[in-house]
């Protein structure tokens, strides 16, 4: 809320001049907050009133995430949704945007696990995410393991993803977006019923005094075994 009032003032101010780059960032930052903020409508529409004011060669991480905020908020057909964010991806790599790129690649892991089909190559791409992840920004590893805790509770490994989740929501360091926490909100029901209140509460418990380092290790064991169950089939 705070992040958003910032925002919104400065764009005041930047928009008694006219359009610019630099309110064109401002609007864009406004959708990303309204974006976390479960306002998908809104996030949509100031992403494409960001996107007349920027050319393609202006500041092109910043034209890229608009672009990126306008396709995640349009109800788009999984499929296309999976092909953009892969090209997101790229050009983020391109424009030397590691954080942003690893987010995409999180998002795509997350589409290619809703679909049964996919979930295999899900863990598989979730495993390799995690072993490339860097420390400098913990966000990146945060990021990592909530998706891997979704990844797990589909995939039936309750008691580290309820693990995973717990570390994550004692160390909080950055907002979760409202799509992982739907994710998590529809499996859940599955979890109780397969584990119990009392099984859950421990699980939650398993990591309580881990360090991120820690987390993170117990993360891609978890990870690579779900990876090895789901192609052996066991």
Not at 72 to 88: C, G, K, Q
Not at 130 to 154: N, V
Not at 188 to 206: H, K, N, Q, S
């Amino acid at each position: 809320a705070d992040g958003l009032a910032i925002a919104e003032r400065l764009g005041a101010r930047l928009s008694a001049i006219g359009p610019s780059t630099a309110l064109a960032i401002t609007i864009i930052s406004q959708s990303n907050i309204h974006g976390y903020s479960n306002r998908p409508d809104r996030a949509r529409e100031l992403a494409e009133t960001a996107l007349t004011m920027l050319a393609d060669d202006d500041v092109p991480t910043w034209h890229i995430l608009a672009e990126w905020q306008v396709a995640r908020y349009s109800d788009l057909d999984p499929i296309e949704l999976s092909e953009r964010v892969a090209r997101y991806r790229d050009r983020f790599l391109q424009v030397r945007n590691p954080f942003l790129a690893a987010t995409a690649s999180r998002q795509l892991v997350g589409l290619e696990s809703a679909r049964a089909t996919a979930q295999s190559q899900a863990l598989a791409d979730a495993v390799d995410g995690m072993a490339t992840l860097s420390l400098a920004d913990p966000r990146e590893a945060l990021g990592w393991m909530m998706q891997s805790a979704i990844l797990l509770l589909r995939a039936g490994h309750h008691h580290a993803a309820l693990g995973i989740l717990g570390w994550e929501q004692r160390n909080r360091a950055t907002p979760v977006h409202p799509d992982q926490l739907a994710a998590i909100e529809r499996l859940m029901p599955a979890t109780r019923e397969a584990l119990g209140d009392e099984a859950i509460a421990a699980a939650t418990a398993t990591l309580s005094s881990s360090s991120l380092r820690e987390a993170i290790d117990f993360t891609s064991a978890a990870l690579t075994e779900a990876a090895q169950a789901a192609v052996t089939g066991l």
